[in-house]
């Protein structure tokens, strides 16, 4: 039985809790809009590019012309695996999702006989994975410093994996992010990069462009740089990803220590009762033995 | 027949413009070109350069970065990788947009010794860059 002291102790010790996650839920709450409407902004731009490329895509697609980051470098041995996560945790299950989807695919990888590599960006991915696949890493790329997800970021983490496509350091890469879907529900995701697959919709009519420069300049061009929009599009999603999973994870952290502090409360004010009783027993029972 | 079509300015990080645009300079790879409603569907890159909007309230300038344009008959879309309001371009940012150029420019020569094409792309880039500096009246600062 705890002590009256050790129960205040505990009491406000619980209160200060509470006040930080409530702080922090409300952080995560001011952030995930300005998450969200970075990514509603960027949304345009990506299904614009999109469109295009899938137009593109599928002209060139036939030809044994097509650029290597569309057709693949004929083999699939190695793999990359771009494992994006968050730079901060106390955000519920969020980076151990993407954690985990990364490392089945590494096994399931792994176990059928091709060479996996790991690109991570954010820190607590590489933190969890390092532990099973810490010799399978070739580099990690630190966003801590980045306070506002800019397209320069992206470009950053899109040129490192390109230079290792051009240098045939692997075959197919894919990166690993947590789509946004609300702020309790967030799907990790997998989804293949190099060689690019773009998803129009094969319905929209086959407009005849005319191409300035060449048809295949322009795929050329293009491809690297939607790298770089599926890398940018993916950061955005993972942005919002983690603040809707920190407001709710920091919200029921809220909610948990308020009901501790009410059955705390309970515990201290049946002891404070009990102490009182005790000592009106033995007033009483001295008056009467006089 | 329209004499307007649908111009939009997307850059990967905001929507810059969005209105009814009777014709649009664009300048592409292989040169400047002007858009104007009807016009044959193409497919074009850009240079870094000034993109020109003429509409009914006025005209409106952009500096732009590089990116592409898809023309249709009824819209124009630009799609740029980095895109400023004309007015928003000092001399500062102009400083470091062409400081990310030289770097760029720089790490190419350093990889591709043996190799002009990619060398002459970024050098071609970088002289745009310059001349787009020198067109809006900013120094480029060698």
Redesign the interface.
């Known amino acids: 039985m705890p002590s009256l002291k050790d129960l205040k102790n505990r009491i406000s010790s619980v209160k200060s809790t509470r006040k930080i996650t409530k702080a922090m839920q409300m952080v995560a709450a001011a952030k995930l809009r300005r998450a969200q409407d970075a990514a509603e902004q960027a949304r345009p731009y990506t299904e614009r590019f999109n469109a295009v490329m899938a137009g593109l895509a599928s002209a060139a697609a036939g030809s044994a012309t097509a650029p290597k980051l569309l057709s693949g470098t004929g083999s699939d041995q190695v793999y990359l695996l771009v494992v994006m996560t968050a730079e901060r945790g106390l955000c519920g299950g969020f980076n151990a999702n993407i954690a985990k989807l990364a490392k089945q695919h590494a096994t399931q990888l792994i176990a059928a006989g091709k060479t996996v590599k790991i690109l991570t960006v954010g820190k607590k991915g590489r933190d969890s994975l390092r532990r099973d696949f810490g010799n399978l890493f070739v580099a990690h790329i630190d966003l801590s410093a980045v306070k506002r997800m800019g397209y320069a970021d992206a470009q950053g983490v899109a040129r490192d994996v390109l230079t290792r496509f051009d240098a045939g350091e692997f075959d197919v890469a894919t990166m690993f992010y947590s789509q946004f879907q609300s702020v309790i529900s967030q799907i990790p995701t997998a989804q293949q990069i190099i060689p690019a697959k773009f998803e129009g919709d094969d319905n929209a009519e086959a407009m005849l462009y005319d191409y300035e420069p060449s048809e295949e300049a322009i795929l050329a061009d293009l491809l690297p740089r939607g790298v770089a929009t599926a890398i940018f599009a993916a950061l955005l999603e993972n942005g919002a990803s983690e603040q809707g999973a920190r407001m709710s994870a920091m919200d029921n952290a809220t909610r948990n220590a308020g009901d501790m502090i009410d059955k705390l409360t309970i515990e201290y004010n049946r002891s404070r009762q009990a102490v009182i009783t005790n000592e009106l027993i033995e007033i009483i029972s001295g008056a009467e033995a006089l | 027949m329209a004499d307007t079509m649908q111009f939009?300015l997307?850059?990967?990080?905001?929507?810059l413009a969005s209105v009814q645009a009777s014709e649009v300079q664009i300048p592409?790879?292989?040169g400047d070109?002007t858009a104007m409603a009807d016009h044959?569907?193409?497919?074009?890159?850009l240079r870094p350069g000034l993109l020109r909007v003429v509409h009914s309230g006025g005209t409106d300038e952009y500096v732009v970065s590089g990116?592409?344009a898809?023309i249709?008959a009824g819209s124009v879309?630009v799609?740029a990788?980095?895109a400023l309001p004309r007015g928003e371009v000092t001399q500062e940012v102009f400083d470091r947009m062409l400081g990310a150029a030289r770097d760029a420019h720089a790490q190419v020569v350093e990889t591709f010794k043996n190799e002009p094409g990619p060398v002459d792309d970024a050098a071609k880039l970088l002289a745009d860059m310059v001349a787009m500096g020198t067109h809006i009246g900013l120094d480029p600062r060698q």
């Open positions: 939009d997307v850059s990967p990080e905001r929507r592409g790879a292989d070109m044959a569907p193409t497919i074009t890159t990116g592409f898809e249709t879309s799609l990788e980095e």
